[in-house]
């Protein structure tokens, strides 16, 4: 093989590697990071962006799992699941543009709303999820 | 004696930083400009995964809004375009592949194109499209700082918008006739402190005559840097590089040339800023309509990002239907009509004032580039006041440049922190002053141009003065008031 065809190809890998690459380490790198523990991504909108999304999530009881509370909202959320004791002794404020991880261990099963806990627009009441926690 | 810039820099002052050898040897690798736009690549393939899933609508905590309209804008306006002409261009990753599939390939050098390779149309070949589409893009710009997404799409548009203009259209025409930034950038670059010209011009001249072309198998009727050669490309830009007598507005700064030159005879100068406005060549109303609206828009720019008025704003953010209709209107209105109207006025007073022969329009035209190292000042004033306010936020999102909850760096928590905000309207009437001190000057020496003797220079370019004295009264108000 002749010298400029190598150079071309270490050329295109370089330029796959920029762009594919960064695409698939970018995915990579948030798989591993989620594979220290089961997370699940809630999404923190205001009633009329959208609400939390996904406004329902199902856990199981006594799995550890890990809640990313991403607020891709302008203004500061809160989040607190007040019959599990989530978010009350230590209020989860997030800012905007922030994320919040919470680690738990659900050990009762049953059906739970979460909540935000900021005054964050006029529909700020509603702005509520549930958590649906089953038997083992 | 000699012209000199503000007094102190003589016009025709140079220093060739190629002099280094080292310097010399990098620009003349053909993986310079390419391991750079491969660096800038990565960074928009950042950016433009950041546009989709990076947030929704939090701008100041998404790392596309923040690294293009906070970073590469304001770097762009600050340091790219005063200090090195067009340098971004040579780098931009957005084009490169448009280029790529017309070189089928990255490093190597063919000799013919891929593609129809047509000519751009003639009645085009001018900066109107461009204003157009910048003008249209300013638009958005409600939701190009505020909406990820936005950004996004413009970004891909031009990406698109270039590799389909490259398989239709001969060498870099999408970069020279299309791209909504390029305008604004050749216009400004005339104020850029370097440019790429020709050593000696002796040597261009007899270049045709050379034993030394002839060995190299050059086609005698053109220059390598014009027709390209096995070392590389015809100018992308479809330049004249050796011509002396031309502006760094079309010049891409992609230092082809200094690859395909047969006798080294290309230098990368060091100049006193501006001197390209002096040059009385090629001016025309495109590029004068380009000056008129770039400072206007710096200053709608300034009232809508930073100014007191809420209703500007929620205008531009399109809060309600007739409220962005009216600031479309408003806004074309004053940057296409009722700002180059104004300054008619004041070109009308120095046609009469200054009894020149020349046409009224030439005088319009002329005087027009005295805008252009206002218009630049007004642009850097806007963007310090919103790097030093805004620039913490990129600490953060550099962290997390997705809203995933990252911390590469460690600092995904680094708190809103503004900078020296206190100094920034110091900035900003220092720098409105050394523009209006640039303006005045080149001003006198076109009007030295335009007008028959410097009487009357001095009588015409007084209408000129004031509507620039006038102007920058008004921005350091704007800014600082």
Same mark, same amino acid.
């Given at each position: 093989?002749?010298?400029?065809?190598?150079?071309?190809?270490?050329?295109?890998?370089?330029?796959?590697?920029?762009?594919?690459?960064?695409?698939?380490?970018?995915? &990579?790198?948030?798989?591993? &990071?989620?594979?220290e523990?089961?997370?699940?991504?809630?999404?923190a &909108?205001?009633?009329?962006f959208?609400?939390?999304?996904?406004?329902?999530?199902?856990?199981?009881?006594?799995?550890?799992?890990?809640?990313?509370?991403?607020?891709?909202?302008?203004?500061? *959320?809160?989040?607190?699941?007040?019959?599990?004791g989530?978010?009350?002794?230590?209020?989860?404020?997030?800012?905007?543009? *922030?994320?919040?991880?919470?680690?738990?261990t659900?050990?009762?099963?049953?059906?739970? &709303?979460?909540?935000?806990?900021?005054?964050?627009?006029?529909q *700020?009441?509603?702005?509520?999820?549930?958590?649906?926690?089953?038997?083992? | 004696?000699?012209?000199?810039?503000?007094?102190?820099f003589?016009?025709?002052?140079?220093?060739?930083?190629?002099s280094?050898?080292y310097?010399?040897?990098?620009?003349?690798?053909?993986?310079? !400009?390419f391991?750079?736009?491969?660096?800038?690549?990565?960074?928009?393939?950042?950016?433009?995964?950041?546009?989709?899933?990076?947030?929704?609508?939090?701008?100041?905590?998404?790392?596309?809004?923040?690294?293009?309209?906070?970073?590469?804008?304001?770097?762009?306006?600050l340091?790219?375009?005063?200090?090195?002409?067009?340098?971004?261009?040579?780098?931009?990753?957005?084009?490169?592949?448009?280029?790529?599939?017309?070189?089928?390939?990255?490093?190597?050098? +063919?000799?013919?194109?891929?593609?129809?390779? +047509?000519?751009?149309?003639?009645?085009?070949?001018?900066?109107?499209?461009?204003n157009?589409?910048?003008?249209?893009?300013?638009?958005?710009?409600?939701?190009?700082?505020?909406?990820?997404?936005?950004?996004?799409?413009?970004?891909?548009?031009?990406?698109?918008?270039?590799?389909?203009?490259?398989?239709?259209?001969?060498?870099?025409?999408?970069?020279?006739?299309?791209?909504?930034?390029?305008?604004?950038?050749?216009?400004?670059?005339?104020?850029?402190?370097?440019?790429?010209?020709?050593?000696?011009?002796?040597?261009?001249?007899?270049?045709?005559?050379?034993?030394?072309?002839?060995?190299?198998?050059?086609?005698?009727?053109?220059?390598?840097?014009?027709?390209?050669?096995?070392?590389?490309?015809?100018?992308?830009?479809?330049?004249? !590089?050796?011509?002396?007598?031309?502006?760094?507005?079309?010049?891409?700064?992609?230092?082809?040339?200094?690859?395909?030159?047969?006798?080294?005879?290309?230098?990368?100068?060091?100049?006193?800023?501006?001197?390209?406005?002096?040059?009385?060549?090629?001016?025309?109303?495109?590029?004068?309509?380009?000056?008129?609206?770039m400072?206007?828009?710096a200053?709608?720019?300034?009232?809508?990002m930073?100014?007191?008025?809420?209703?500007?704003?929620?205008?531009?953010?399109?809060?309600?239907?007739?409220?962005?209709?009216?600031?479309?209107?408003?806004?074309?209105?004053f940057?296409?009509?009722?700002?180059?109207?104004?300054?008619?006025?004041f070109?009308?007073?120095?046609h009469?004032?200054?009894?020149?022969?020349?046409?009224l329009?030439?005088?319009?035209?002329?005087?027009?580039?005295?805008?252009?190292?206002?218009?630049?000042?007004?642009?850097?004033?806007?963007?310090?006041?919103?790097?030093?306010?805004?620039?913490?936020?990129?600490?953060?999102?550099?962290?997390?440049?997705?809203?995933?909850?990252w911390?590469l760096?460690?600092?995904?928590?680094?708190?809103w922190? !503004?900078?020296?905000?206190?100094?920034? !309207?110091?900035?900003?009437?220092?720098?409105?002053?050394?523009?209006?001190?640039?303006?005045?000057?080149?001003?006198?020496?076109?009007?030295?141009?335009?007008?028959?003797?410097?009487?009357?220079?001095v009588?015409?370019?007084?209408?000129?003065?004031?509507f620039?004295?006038?102007?920058?009264?008004?921005?350091?108000?704007?800014?600082?008031?």
């Amino acid at each position: 093989m002749q010298k400029k065809q190598i150079v071309e190809i270490i050329a295109g890998l370089m330029i796959i590697t920029a762009t594919a690459g960064a695409i698939a380490g970018t995915f &990579l790198y948030e798989d591993m &990071l989620n594979n220290e523990r089961k997370t699940i991504v809630i999404l923190a &909108l205001a009633l009329e962006f959208g609400n939390w999304s996904p406004p329902e999530i199902k856990l199981v009881e006594g799995e550890p799992v890990r809640l990313k509370i991403r607020n891709t909202d302008t203004v500061t *959320h809160g989040f607190a699941v007040p019959e599990l004791g989530i978010g009350i002794d230590e209020p989860v404020e997030i800012k905007a543009g *922030h994320v919040a991880k919470i680690d738990i261990t659900p050990t009762k099963k049953g059906t739970f &709303l979460y909540v935000c806990t900021v005054w964050c627009s006029k529909q *700020h009441p509603k702005m509520v999820g549930r958590i649906i926690i089953s038997e083992k | 004696m000699k012209d000199k810039i503000l007094g102190i820099f003589p016009l025709d002052w140079r220093y060739d930083i190629t002099s280094l050898p080292y310097v010399r040897s990098v620009l003349k690798s053909r993986w310079v !400009p390419f391991l750079i736009i491969v660096f800038n690549l990565f960074f928009f393939t950042i950016i433009l995964m950041a546009g989709v899933v990076g947030g929704v609508s939090a701008g100041n905590y998404n790392f596309a809004i923040m690294f293009v309209w906070i970073l590469w804008w304001v770097m762009l306006m600050l340091v790219f375009v005063p200090f090195f002409s067009r340098i971004w261009c040579s780098t931009c990753p957005l084009p490169a592949f448009g280029e790529w599939i017309q070189r089928l390939g990255f490093l190597k050098v +063919r000799n013919k194109l891929f593609g129809l390779n +047509r000519k751009w149309p003639k009645q085009l070949k001018n900066m109107w499209l461009m204003n157009f589409l910048f003008l249209g893009t300013t638009y958005t710009t409600g939701f190009l700082t505020t909406r990820p997404i936005a950004t996004f799409i413009l970004l891909m548009a031009i990406i698109l918008g270039s590799v389909v203009l490259s398989t239709v259209f001969e060498r870099r025409s999408f970069c020279l006739y299309c791209c909504p930034v390029s305008g604004f950038q050749g216009l400004y670059s005339n104020i850029a402190m370097t440019e790429i010209r020709c050593k000696d011009p002796e040597v261009c001249r007899n270049h045709n005559v050379s034993t030394r072309a002839k060995a190299l198998g050059c086609d005698y009727q053109q220059r390598d840097c014009v027709r390209g050669n096995e070392n590389g490309y015809a100018c992308p830009w479809l330049e004249v !590089p050796f011509n002396q007598n031309r502006r760094n507005t079309y010049c891409g700064m992609c230092f082809e040339c200094f690859k395909t030159c047969p006798y080294d005879n290309m230098a990368f100068n060091l100049r006193p800023p501006a001197t390209d406005l002096v040059l009385d060549k090629k001016r025309g109303l495109d590029e004068a309509w380009k000056a008129f609206m770039m400072l206007g828009i710096a200053i709608f720019f300034f009232l809508i990002m930073q100014g007191p008025f809420g209703f500007l704003k929620d205008w531009a953010n399109a809060k309600t239907l007739a409220g962005y209709l009216s600031y479309i209107s408003v806004h074309s209105t004053f940057n296409l009509l009722i700002f180059p109207g104004i300054f008619f006025v004041f070109s009308y007073a120095s046609h009469a004032l200054g009894r020149t022969e020349l046409p009224l329009k030439r005088v319009f035209i002329n005087f027009s580039y005295t805008l252009v190292p206002l218009g630049l000042m007004a642009w850097i004033a806007f963007s310090v006041g919103i790097i030093f306010a805004n620039g913490s936020y990129l600490i953060h999102v550099i962290s997390d440049p997705f809203g995933w909850g990252w911390n590469l760096l460690g600092t995904a928590n680094f708190p809103w922190t !503004p900078f020296m905000t206190g100094m920034v !309207p110091y900035m900003q009437i220092g720098g409105l002053l050394l523009g209006l001190a640039l303006s005045l000057d080149i001003g006198f020496k076109i009007a030295r141009q335009t007008f028959k003797n410097r009487d009357e220079a001095v009588m015409g370019f007084y209408p000129i003065a004031a509507f620039l004295t006038v102007t920058t009264m008004f921005l350091m108000w704007l800014f600082t008031g």
